[in-house]
């Protein structure tokens, strides 16, 4: 999402005292967490930051890192560019690994220092990078110095990057004592926020996954596991953007049945609430089953259903059968809610 920010180089009156309202910025992160909307939330989650630590772009976003294979985005709440940056950097820039020992390896040294030393924050000016590959990034976004902080959160991370564009604005060691007591505050109230939307929605269960999006299924808030169910449908899904078929279903008839997970969804302001559920091995629909699953659950008939699908209607019937035995229905006309449930 896109937010108007002020100059990150002008002077804030709202800046505040580094210990004597410190204190009350962070009672308000929790505030806000559990008091606004998931909307508001996201929209001033920055902007509390932004008094303190100044920039010109900024991202909120988790991560998971692997042995062997590239690193997943997961969601990312941003402003200005900090999401195409962030998106191009991890897909074509740098490609993250973890080692043996579950150390982070990077050609950028700033990633590397952050992530290896979770809970600290750390700044690099453009003037120090000696990989032509990073610099070059940097330069065409107008990135003149750097700020990252970063936390574990389970298996993935949560990373913090902020970035201003003026040369002689450099970031500096009062930035990173504001950052090393503020930034862990920001996660921890994402933390609550995740858990209350789940209470809110009754998606609190140890089976079921959520997420958020905007209208454009941007991620803003997900939890591992949801990533891990969307991996398994979609080998070559790239987050933070939800594959368009899963969107595009969930969108038109509020709900998606596939191979590997069933979904559905609930609109809050201009976001959205997804619930994702694991199918079981023995429960997974094969793509002919949904095919017709879909269809009859919009009241088609064994006919109906065979022309659509250029099929006979036994064959339609038989596969209905299975389909009625997989989602431990009796019939077609609890299909519908069963398609839906997850």
Known sequence: MT????????????????????????????????QANTEEFSQQ???????????????????????????????????SDARDKLALRFKTVCSETLDEQGRVRSRDRLVERAFNRPGRSFHADVTAIGDKKLLAYARQFGTQHAFLHTARL???????????ARAPNHYQLRDVAAGNLLLPHVFKALQIKRKITALQYGHDHPTHCQIVCDERGNLLFSDGGASDLLDQEWAQWSPPYLPTPFLHDLMRQGYYQGRCLRATVQSSARLFVIRLQAVATGQQLTPAELAVARLAARDLSYKEVARELGTSPATVRNQLHSVYGKLNISGKAALSHALRAA
């Open 154 to 164: 389970g298996q993935d991370f949560g990373a913090i990057s902020l970035w201003r």
């Open 45 to 79: 989650i920055l902007r509390e930051i932004r008094p303190v630590i100044a920039f010109d772009s900024a991202a909120i976003y988790s991560l998971t890192l692997f042995r062997d294979r590239t690193i997943r985005f997961n969601a990312c709440l941003s402003e």
């Open 3 to 34: 937010l108007p920010w002020p100059d990150a180089t002008r002077p804030d009156p709202r800046q505040p005292n580094m210990h004597n309202d410190l204190n009350t910025l962070v009672l308000r992160l929790y505030d806000l967490a559990q």
